[in-house]
């Protein structure tokens, strides 16, 4: 929760302080064709299609790429970066030098993964096989032994998945689906190995919040909605005019900056 990422189209990644809003590093104009974009700890990451990943440890002033990673994820302390292989196995990667920092996890068939993701918080990888099966790895062990961790499968999702989460706590996993114009939710808890939550009819550019697992979704008048896993709305979070906010239900206002009912 101190970096955030913008990707510009024409001008590329922009990665900025969270605490006072400095921009921090501004990289090469062919990152604004990004297809996605991670940040964790001193971690910024990109990925371009077809032409792999590039990434930047901020605090060792250090920048990366690999041209053969088809999917990846960054822990969200920047310990790890997890990629999938030409043929679809996962290694993880220590950012700070782009070396495995451990083993390679085992298999747990011998479909590709297609969508990787680490739970906030926690020491697992949430992956996504060719099939829509959701596998989870527990990568404590490996982290103290070197040894392989060992995974396990949760559940078989039948539709395309084209987004994935781990929400904070290590019990459930967002997943996204899109269906035509339009996007659902699920949550499913992987200890249990079953949907637990379901959200239809969103729109494609929602997205999960991974430390409190709630929607998030652009509003209108530059706000965002934020609604839980039963698609109840909760706030506007609304930005104003001269760096002023407010954030609001429909009870009346919750929260405000100082000189918000000024910008109002």
Not at 92 to 104: E, M, N
Not at 146 to 164: E, K, Q, Y
């Amino acid at each position: 929760g101190e970096l955030l990422a913008i990707v510009v189209p024409g001008i590329g990644l922009q990665l900025f302080d969270l605490p006072d809003g400095r921009l921090l590093f501004n990289a090469e104009s062919k990152t604004g064709s990004a297809t996605d974009v991670h940040c964790g700890g001193d971690v910024g990451s990109v990925q371009l299609g077809d032409d792999g990943i590039q990434w930047w440890h901020l605090a060792k002033n250090r920048g990366f790429s690999l041209p053969w990673p088809a999917t990846h994820a960054v822990s969200g302390s920047g310990t790890w970066l997890a990629v999938t292989t030409p043929n679809g196995a996962i290694r993880i990667l220590d950012p700070s030098t782009g070396k495995d920092a451990l083993a390679p996890p085992i298999p747990l068939s011998d479909r590709p993964i297609e969508r990787l993701a680490f739970m906030n918080r926690s020491p697992a990888l949430l992956v996504l096989d060719a099939d829509g099966v959701l596998g989870h790895y527990d990568l404590t062990d490996s982290a103290r032994t070197g040894h392989p961790a060992v995974g396990t499968d949760v559940l078989s999702i039948n539709v395309p998945v084209d987004r994935l989460w781990g929400i904070t706590g290590g019990d459930l996993a967002a997943l996204r689906l899109r269906e035509g114009d339009e996007a659902t939710m699920l949550w499913v808890d992987v200890q249990r190995r079953e949907v637990v939550g379901e959200v239809t009819g969103l729109p494609l550019s929602a997205a999960v919040d991974a430390e409190s697992g709630l929607v998030m979704m652009p509003s209108r008048s530059s706000a965002v909605l934020e609604c839980n896993s039963a698609g109840e709305e909760r706030r506007v979070l609304r930005a104003l005019t001269d760096g002023e906010w407010i954030t609001y239900d429909n009870n009346g206002v919750l929260a405000a900056s100082d000189g918000a009912a000024d910008a109002v």
